[in-house]
Structure formats: structure tokens, C-alpha cells
């Protein structure tokens, strides 16, 4: 069955330092999406990305967070300078285009600023 | 802006028994589908069951169904024949589509309740 795959699993950086976060959606699957849930919160919404580009973003996605596309496969979330507030699960989901769609969500990145 | 809210933080109930998840929800919107995730120790989230909006019809998927009340704007899960591996956090969520159905894949999820499920 096809699935979300995200790596790293886990990643630990210094507070200021630049992540990349990795995720390979569901190769026929047409939007993309990151989520975060801070440890004890409720899963947010960060932003979704369509046709190369960015379709919605909350306002937790500020000039630090950045998405791309780099090669028809792979779909990253770059935080350019991290800060402790960062520390968090990061879900990529993807989805097709159409009706009833569900979104399929990668078991996570665990991402901790020390 | 929508909120979904999940008033009840844990529940446990014994293998084989029956147990319900309460969820609420707030929009303007007139179209949107309502999903349950379960997203298990393991941390990877899956989609339990979906309800369209528009739809009286409570959806039912195997052993888990929805009481869906949408002018009460609730949106509770029923988990018949708990089994142990029905033990995990389960997300409400809410999606907005447009008038044809087609969905813009945004996401808005409750609180979560951590269920488990005790032999």
C-alpha cells in the first residue's frame, strides 16, 4: 500500500541552526501539506502547497518556514533559523485532487532545539 | 475560521465493550466533510471514518460509526467491540470543500482524546 514516508524520524539542532525536513508523498498525489503538534497540543496546520506552489499557509508559517518541491518527488520544509518554540512533530501529508479526499499523513519528524 | 473541539482529554473503556468520543465543531461554512483520525502510539495518523456534510446518513465503517447531529454542530465516534488495538489518540478534524465536492485539503483538528483500552 503506498504511503507518506518523512525522514529523519527524529533530529536534534541548535537554536538558530537551519533544519530541513524530508517527505516523499504518494507519487500521484497532487497536493502537499505540513502539519506540526507541539508535544500535549492539538495538530496545526502550517501549510499546503499545489501546482509548485504554496496554495494556503497559517500564520505559524512566517518568513522562517519555507516549502519546495526540488525534484518531483521530494516535498521539504526548510525553518531557516530555529528557535526552542520549533520544537515539535512534523507531519507531511499528501492528497489527491477531487472529491473525498483524504489526506495520508508520514509517521512524523521529531524535531527538537536545544 | 472553524474550531473543532474535543472535550473529553482521555477515556478508557474494557476490551469488547462499547465507547463514544465526543467532538464539536464551529463554522460558517455549508460544505465540508468530517473526519476521525486514530493516530496510534507508533504516531502516524489514520483515517478512521469520514462524513459528508451534506449526507443525514451517519457514516458506519466495520465496527466504528458516527452520530453525526449537524445543527448541533456534533460529530461523535462510536467504537463498538473495543479491541486492544483500538488504543491511541483519536483526532476530529474538519474540511471544507466547494459546492462540487471537491475539497481544498486543509485540515483543522480538535484537541485529541487518548483512548485505551484495557483487557
Known amino acids: 500500500e503506498p504511503e507518506v514516508t518523512q525522514t529523519p524520524s527524529h533530529q536534534v539542532t541548535q537554536m538558530g541552526q537551519e533544519v530541513i525536513l524530508r517527505c516523499v508523498p504518494i507519487?500521484?498525489?497532487?497536493?502537499f501539506y505540513w502539519y506540526r503538534q507541539i508535544l500535549g497540543q492539538k495538530v496545526e496546520f502550517l501549510v499546503s502547497?499545489?501546482?509548485?506552489?504554496?496554495?494556503?499557509k497559517s500564520e505559524i508559517f512566517d518568513d522562517q518556514f519555507s516549502v519546495e518541491r526540488p525534484d518531483g518527488s521530494n516535498f521539504t520544509l526548510k525553518i531557516r533559523s530555529t528557535k526552542l518554540e520549533d520544537s515539535a512533530m512534523y507531519f507531511c501529508?499528501?492528497?489527491?485532487?477531487?472529491?473525498?479526499?483524504?489526506?495520508?499523513f508520514g509517521q512524523g519528524t521529531r524535531l527538537t532545539v536545544v | 475560521a472553524q474550531t473543532v473541539t474535543q472535550s473529553q482529554p482521555e477515556m478508557s473503556v474494557q476490551e469488547a465493550e462499547t465507547v463514544t468520543l465526543s467532538c464539536t465543531y464551529d463554522?460558517?461554512?455549508?460544505?465540508?466533510?468530517l473526519f476521525w483520525y486514530k493516530q496510534p502510539p507508533s504516531r502516524q495518523m489514520i483515517l478512521v471514518i469520514r462524513?459528508?456534510?451534506?449526507?443525514?446518513q451517519n457514516a458506519t465503517e466495520n465496527r466504528f460509526s458516527v452520530n453525526f447531529q449537524k445543527a448541533a454542530k456534533s460529530f461523535s465516534l462510536k467504537i463498538s467491540d473495543s479491541q486492544l488495538g483500538d488504543t491511541a489518540m483519536y483526532f476530529c478534524?474538519?474540511?471544507?470543500?466547494?459546492?462540487?465536492?471537491?475539497?481544498?485539503?486543509?485540515?483543522?483538528f480538535g484537541q485529541g482524546t487518548i483512548l485505551t483500552v484495557h483487557p
Open positions: 507519487s500521484n498525489h497532487l497536493y
Open positions: 478534524a474538519f474540511m471544507k470543500h466547494d459546492a462540487g465536492g471537491t475539497s481544498y485539503g486543509k485540515l483543522t
Open positions: 463554522t460558517s461554512e455549508n460544505n465540508y466533510y
Open positions: 501529508a499528501s492528497s489527491d485532487e477531487g472529491m473525498n479526499t483524504e489526506a495520508f
Open positions: 502547497f499545489y501546482n509548485n506552489e504554496i496554495s494556503e
Open positions: 462524513q459528508e456534510a451534506y449526507k443525514q
